[in-house]
């Protein structure tokens, strides 16, 4: 459709607004970015910076102000309906913990065929077929036997690849994955990540993918957008902004990660402080109360979403970091 | 419920307004300046409407509504308030050992609740007055017995809860008996929602016993209560309503009150 | 090996139902032996001599040990046979076999109406909690857990047979006159009854209903874009009847006997009533009868809902399973 420019998703001043006890919040607060085909965006914060919130917000879950166009469709234009099925058709969703987020009293079979006869209208024996080629294609041995099997009867790693195949159930060009990896092993985590990946590849999807880790993300994501206290604080291809990490909450991240040419025994740096409660951020920089760096403005203003050049790194900081090349 | 909030709202002040006139009723019966005595029986108003002489009428023998109906509330408020005690102190001292010890004793009382649950309630109630004689005593007890085992279910559910909290543990280091810990930690801390329990049992109560009128076995005839005056009326239904629709409204009245008040209670502690 | 085990816990479960049938039966027939009038002095009439007394106990057992005769009622109960009422020489399979009918009957519709109005109303006050029609609901509710069944079965008694002459006021019509005359005695003291127990079985159904609707799968449900409908009918509702389905077998073997003052106020032959009889009578054989049906009653209800929620929740199906 607009598929001229590669342009799949564009979302502008994104703001969710929820009551909360503490008065009204804004865990997503105008948040911006595109996104084209079949490439990857890696949303990267603590927990409680927006992320999940974020996602839902785009699927229309939750109210939202500002715009969201997907597929050239302005998503508050279109009625439920539509959106429904936008949602399971053309946009996938796995969830974080594959140990909840699926049904425990139906078999994996009806799950990953529900989105199919709902939204392809698909025959039975279509939709079965469709699921068995899906079992295998994420990975699950024998799929004939698991087609019957419920939930709790599978591994983590197989529930994450069943939560896989549900989203894959209708072909979508957007896949979004809020910490697909979170909930597994550490073995199984490498795994899941480079099914996910490689079917992106494949298919052609956008993905959305959302860590609290960087280093998760560092191999896959094509963009980076970093996020504190609802905002987006840092956005950039993920070479440039590896190459200079402008913010000092990136750096932190990035600082947080263990490695493995280091010393076993070097203590991980942390980032001192909370994270701000929505119901009483700071006026200036939402991270300033945390940063070394912090000076009087920081305190007294938001810092803007901005570019040092004409490059795509946006950053939102007063005092950017003097972008020195970052070891790896 | 969602239309009780944390403030009390003008239901929860009404219903504690009918409450203390019903309980007012019942303990200043004797001495409100009536015209007619309990039995006292009016030949010329044979289940007369309300209005003249008989402000809510008279039965069907004659007798004075209001004053059967003031005189009544005494019954009800006694067995609805006597027999979820009963069953509270029952359910406490055989609920709160068998969440304590466990083990074989656990298991016995918990059969035992399980046998007296399935056994039919009437033929217990039946028998009891039978043997007893239908008196208010009898149904108090009577009921409060077979109230006990649903109280120990819930006292057990309780007091497991606390068996493992730290507090327990610091008071058994600091050097308190089994019976002190019971009384002293565990025992405050869940009399909140088995005071909230024993409320919205009082509902029921005041029900049951009104049903045990329609089968003979509340207080015998002459003494009044709402129950039997609803189960005498049934006879004049068609041509003297107001014989059941007043202590039936004051039954109703009341049992919504007691269930308002045990509701709001209950949402207390489970808020906490 | 897995089938071995889960056998066992049938078989353990059916061993505890069983007791529970011997305890309660047990427990009738001791406390029955001690109500204070005797039987026999009704049996022989008036100006019985003592010999005549003696003589009918002595036909009847009635002078023998109340453990001895508890034991060889049990034998004969697993012969099949209940022995005869001692009031009216009938046998007491046959009183049970046409008063059950009525009982079973009054049972399905009330709980019919109460399913009815509870289903709906939990899953819409659940898919809609705290907005106003879940309020009017629970407000509604409310007033009607506060009514005592007989008190609304006379107030709809004054309002439909008395005042509209729509129903019959009281009597049961055998199904053999007719299916509607049937349905129309039975439709005010099934509504009287499910009027009042609809109100818990809502109450359970909302609360356990909002639970999973915050679950994980629900939101996935929704991200799979599944129609709101389909989401609470197909993947919410039936993680959340557990307590429901509890509350309704409570419900019902409660109503096995139990209905005894609406079958009163109705003149409902029901099995209520013939135990209230019985007993009033000093029917021993007939109330033994009576109990025995009801206690199994309430231990097959039990046993079906522990079934259901195997059926509910396949991670129940099985005890050792860790695929």
């Known amino acids: ?328 | 419920m969602a239309d009780l909030g944390r403030k009390p709202g003008i239901t929860f002040y009404l219903a504690c307004g009918w409450l203390a006139l019903v309980v007012l009723c019942a303990l200043c019966a004797g001495v409100l300046p009536l015209h007619f005595t309990l039995d006292q029986i009016d030949s010329d108003h044979l289940a007369a409407g309300p209005g003249g002489a008989h402000l809510l009428g008279t039965d069907a023998m004659g007798r004075d509504l209001l004053v059967r109906l003031l005189f009544g509330s005494r019954v009800s408020l006694i067995v609805g308030s006597c027999a979820p005690l009963l069953g509270l102190v029952v359910g406490l001292l055989l609920g709160m050992p068998a969440a304590w010890c466990r083990g074989w004793s656990e298991r016995l009382i918990m059969t035992a609740t399980d046998v007296i649950l399935a056994f039919p309630a009437l033929i217990f109630l039946l028998v009891f007055t039978a043997i007893l004689g239908p008196k208010l005593i009898t149904i108090t007890l009577g009921l409060g017995l077979l109230l006990s085992p649903r109280f120990i279910r819930v006292v057990r559910a309780n007091t497991a809860r606390f068996r493992e909290r730290e507090f327990i543990l610091a008071a058994r280091i600091g050097g308190a008996g089994e019976v002190s810990i019971l009384l002293k930690e565990v025992l405050p801390n869940i009399m909140g929602p088995l005071l909230a329990y024993t409320l919205v049992v009082t509902g029921y109560v005041i029900v049951v016993e009104g049903g045990l009128a329609f089968l003979g076995l509340s207080v015998p005839s002459p003494a009044p209560s709402w129950g039997g005056m609803i189960a005498a009326g049934r006879d004049v239904l068609e041509e003297a309503p107001h014989v059941v629709i007043f202590p039936m409204a004051t039954m109703f009245l009341t049992v919504l009150a007691v269930n308002l008040l045990g509701d709001r209670l209950r949402g207390r502690y489970e808020r906490s | ?323």
């Open chain 1, 1 to 328: 459709m607009s598929g001229a420019d590669g342009l799949l998703l564009d979302i502008r001043d994104l703001t969710v607004e929820l009551r909360s006890p503490g008065g009204l919040i804004q865990p997503v607060d105008k948040v911006t970015f595109s996104l084209d085909r079949g490439k990857t965006l890696a949303v990267v914060g603590e927990s409680g910076s927006g992320k999940s919130m974020l996602c839902r917000a785009i699927l229309g879950l939750v109210p939202s102000r500002g715009s969201i166009v997907f597929n050239g469709h302005e998503a508050g234009r279109l009625s439920a309906g539509v959106m429904n099925r936008i949602r399971g058709r053309d946009i996938g969703v796995v969830l974080q913990n594959p140990l909840s987020s699926l049904n425990p009293v139906m078999t994996i079979a009806r799950q990953i065929m529900e989105p199919m006869r709902c939204h392809l209208k698909l025959s039975k024996r279509e939709s079965r077929e469709k699921t068995l080629n899906l079992l295998g294609a994420v990975g699950i041995p024998q799929p004939h036997e698991r087609m019957a099997c419920y939930p709790h009867q599978l591994s983590g790693g197989m529930r994450q690849r069943v939560a896989i195949a549900i989203a894959l159930a209708c072909d979508p060009q957007l896949l979004i994955a809020d910490e697909p990896t979170t909930a597994l092993d550490v073995t199984v985590q490498a795994e899941i990540l480079g099914l996910l990946s490689r079917l992106q590849r494949e298919r052609n999807m956008a993905l959305i993918l959302v860590s609290h880790d960087l280093g998760v993300v560092a191999g896959v994501a094509d963009d980076i957008a970093v996020m504190y206290a609802g905002r987006i604080v840092e956005l950039g291809p993920t070479g440039a902004l590896f190459a200079r990490m402008r913010m000092r909450y990136t750096r932190a991240l990035f600082d947080a990660i263990p490695r493995i040419d280091e010393p076993l025994q070097r203590r991980l740096p942390d980032i001192p402080g909370q994270p701000p409660d929505f119901s009483a951020l700071p006026v200036g920089c939402r991270f300033a109360p945390r940063c070394a760096s912090a000076g009087e403005i920081c305190h007294r203003e938001y810092p803007p979403l901005t570019a040092d050049n004409a490059d795509r790194h946006l950053f939102a900081c007063w005092f950017p970091c003097a972008g020195t090349e970052v070891g790896r």
């Open chain 3, 1 to 323: 090996m897995v089938f071995g085990r889960a056998a066992t816990v049938v078989w353990k479960k059916l061993l505890h139902l069983l007791l529970v049938v011997l305890a309660v039966t047990l427990l009738t027939f001791v406390m029955t032996d001690r109500l204070p009038a005797d039987i026999a002095a009704e049996i022989s009439g008036r100006g019985a001599t003592a010999a005549d007394l003696a003589e009918v106990r002595e036909r009847l057992g009635l002078n023998r040990p109340v453990l001895i005769r508890y034991a060889s009622w049990l034998g004969d109960v697993c012969l099949g046979r209940l022995g005869n009422s001692l009031a009216t020489e009938l046998p007491v399979k046959e009183s049970l076999r046409s008063h059950l009918p009525v009982t079973l009957e009054l049972l399905f519709l009330s709980q019919l109406f109460a399913l009815l109005l509870a289903l709906p109303a939990g899953i819409i006050t659940a898919w809609r909690a705290g907005s106003r029609l879940d309020r009017l609901t629970g407000t509604f509710a409310f007033a009607c857990a506060s009514l005592p069944n007989y008190v609304l079965a006379m107030g709809m008694v004054m309002l439909f047979s008395l005042k509209f002459k729509l129903l019959p006021a009281t009597g049961y019509t055998p199904l053999s006159a007719g299916l509607a005359a049937n349905l129309k005695g039975f439709l005010l003291p099934a509504l009287a009854i499910a009027l009042v127990e609809w109100v818990i079985l809502m109450r359970v159904l909302r609360t356990d209903l909002i639970a999973t609707l915050k679950e994980d799968y629900i939101l996935l449900a929704r991200c799979k874009g599944v129609p709101a409908w389909r989401i609470l009918l197909v993947h919410a509702l039936r993680p959340s009847l557990f307590t429901f389905i509890t509350v309704l077998g409570m419900q019902t073997a409660s109503l096995i006997g139990g209905a005894v003052i609406i079958e009163t106020i109705f003149a409902l032959p029901g099995i209520g009533r013939l135990l209230v009889n019985a007993i009033f009578a000093q029917d021993y054989p007939l109330i033994q009868g009576t109990v025995l049906l009801i206690t199994l009653a309430y231990v097959l209800i039990n046993f079906l809902v522990d079934l259901c929620y195997g059926l509910l929740d396949p991670r129940l199906r099985k005890v050792a399973d860790n695929g």
